[in-house]
Structures are given as structure tokens and as C-alpha cells.
């Protein structure tokens, strides 16, 4: 219990300590609130983590708590884009329920001018002495099935919070979004020690988030992923093709390919990730991450 009670009051300083938004001081330029109806609420005309594609996780509940940091950077041809990601994962009930809290606690970027007027977008990056915050995401995991001998499926609950600044520079929507999803998972090969396996698992799902569309005030999608981890002794490699598919076809229908390395040792997990995005997700994405677990 004195770890939980720790690890709580930790995340709570981590949010509280988050550099505030000035709600009217953000926003630059003559008339910006008119050009903000411009703004297109999409994964296409947004920065690299406003409209956050589902993960696909192995569809087995947490057993754990981990405590991660990630530094993140975006590439695309008109946006550059770095910044610094924070997890944690509290398995309320172990191996049944979970609780999952991200966020981007800083952010920075570099926009042609040809991205800020395709996006009407205000400026090119941040302005001096300014700084801003990413979205919260609270996920909810459940574990349905657990079951070797069939397969296991789990259901999540994921909502992302309005936290999130420069919306004046399409960086963040200052708009809800949440989804939900059902992923199933099955051990392909297995060895004896365990120490050697090959799995595979598929997620489907809803996808709904706010617009600024005056007429239809928001945009549903439906969700999906496909991908195979495997294991061998401290070293785990996963990959996945997901996405969403959104019914205004606005650049609301993007595709990622991840890829995950870790190495375990001693409960310490070093993580490096490239993601690659397809159609209406501009970004390759590059990080590396160091996960705690207990």
C-alpha cells in the first residue's frame, strides 16, 4: 500500500508541476479566433499527437506497476517535432483491471511556412519564453478472457483530456476524444522455459472525437490493429499495423507501422521505437524510453 500511496502521490506532482496554458495568452496574430473556425480537425492538418492512434497492447491485463519516460522526435518534410512523454501503469487488480496515465509534459516544433498555412496555423514554432503541455489520457484496461488454451481478450476504456496547448498552432484540439476497443491475443509458438515465444494479436474498436464543425459537432471512426510480439530471454520485438477510419474523409484516416525493441534486466526496461506513418499520418516517429517496474 506504501507504494501505491507513493506512486499516486508522484504522478499527482508530475500533473500539478505541468507548465500552465494561458488560455488568451497563447493565442498571437490579429483575429485568430476567426481563423480557428478554419482549422481542420484531423489527424492530416494536426501536430503529431493530437489525435493519438490506439495501441495495440498483447491483451493481457497488467500484473505490474511501470513508471516511464520517453524523448520523442517527429519527422515530416513540414513539421519537426520533439518532445517529453511520461507513463504510468497501476494494476489496480492484478492481471484483471488496469489503469493507464500518459502525457506529453513539453513539447517543441519547427513548421514551414507552407505547413502553418495549409494547417491556419498562426505561428511557425513557439514563441520565446512560452511553453505549453500535451493531453492526459486515462485508459481503463479489462481483462475478459484469460486463456492459453483458447486465447485471451481484453477490453480498454480511453479517454483524452482537453489539456493539451497551442491549439492557435494546430498542436493540440483543446477538445475530449475517447475510444474504445476489444483485443484479442493468442501464443503462436511457445517454448518450454517460456523463454521463447511468437504471439499475435488484433484490436477493433470506436473512435470518436469534437470538432469545431458547427453543423456536426463530431467525428466517429472506427479503430483497428494487427500485429505479432515476439520474445527471447531479456529482449522483446513487437509490431503492429493500426489506425482509424473516419467517416468525413478530411485526413481522419490514418495508418502507423510500430515497432518496439526492449531489453529487460533487474526490472529496468530500455525501450527504442520507430514508427512509421502512412496515408493521413505525415511523421516517422524515433524514441527512446526507460521504464521502472515494480
Not at 490579429?30 to 482549422?39: I, N, V
Amino acid at each position: 500500500m506504501k507504494l501505491i500511496h507513493y506512486l499516486l502521490i508522484s504522478i499527482s506532482i508530475l500533473f500539478i508541476s505541468l507548465p500552465n496554458v494561458q488560455a488568451e495568452g497563447e493565442y498571437t496574430g490579429d483575429g485568430w479566433r476567426d481563423k480557428g473556425m478554419l482549422l481542420i480537425y484531423s489527424p492530416r492538418y494536426f501536430g503529431p499527437s493530437a489525435f493519438p492512434i490506439p495501441e495495440l497492447r498483447t491483451a493481457l491485463a497488467p500484473s505490474r506497476f511501470e513508471v516511464e519516460l520517453q524523448g520523442r522526435y517527429h519527422y515530416y518534410t513540414g513539421d519537426k517535432t520533439k518532445d517529453l512523454f511520461a507513463r504510468l501503469m497501476i494494476p489496480v487488480v492484478k492481471e484483471r483491471v488496469g489503469v493507464e496515465v500518459t502525457a506529453i509534459i513539453k513539447e517543441d516544433y519547427k513548421l514551414t511556412s507552407e505547413t502553418r498555412d495549409e494547417r491556419n496555423a498562426v505561428e511557425t514554432e513557439l514563441p520565446p519564453h512560452e511553453s505549453y503541455q500535451g493531453d492526459i489520457i486515462i485508459s481503463t484496461l479489462f481483462q475478459v478472457l484469460r486463456s492459453e488454451k483458447w486465447m485471451d481478450i481484453m477490453a480498454s476504456l480511453n479517454f483524452k483530456t482537453a489539456s493539451g496547448g497551442r491549439l492557435c498552432d494546430a498542436r493540440f484540439t483543446d477538445a475530449v476524444t475517447y475510444w474504445m476497443d476489444i483485443t484479442i491475443g493468442k501464443d503462436l509458438l511457445k517454448n518450454e522455459s517460456g523463454t521463447a515465444t511468437l504471439r499475435m494479436q488484433a484490436m477493433a474498436g470506436f473512435y470518436c472525437w469534437m470538432t469545431n464543425d458547427i453543423i456536426h459537432r463530431q467525428n466517429d471512426a472506427t479503430s483497428f490493429g494487427v500485429g505479432f510480439t515476439s520474445t527471447y530471454c531479456h529482449f522483446t520485438l513487437s509490431s503492429d499495423l493500426s489506425g482509424f477510419y473516419g467517416y468525413k474523409n478530411n485526413g481522419d484516416r490514418p495508418l502507423i507501422l510500430r515497432n518496439n525493441l526492449t531489453y529487460e534486466f533487474k526490472k529496468n526496461i530500455i525501450s527504442l521505437r520507430y514508427n512509421h506513418g502512412m496515408k493521413d499520418y505525415l511523421y516517422d516517429n524515433y524514441s527512446i524510453g526507460y521504464i521502472r517496474c515494480f
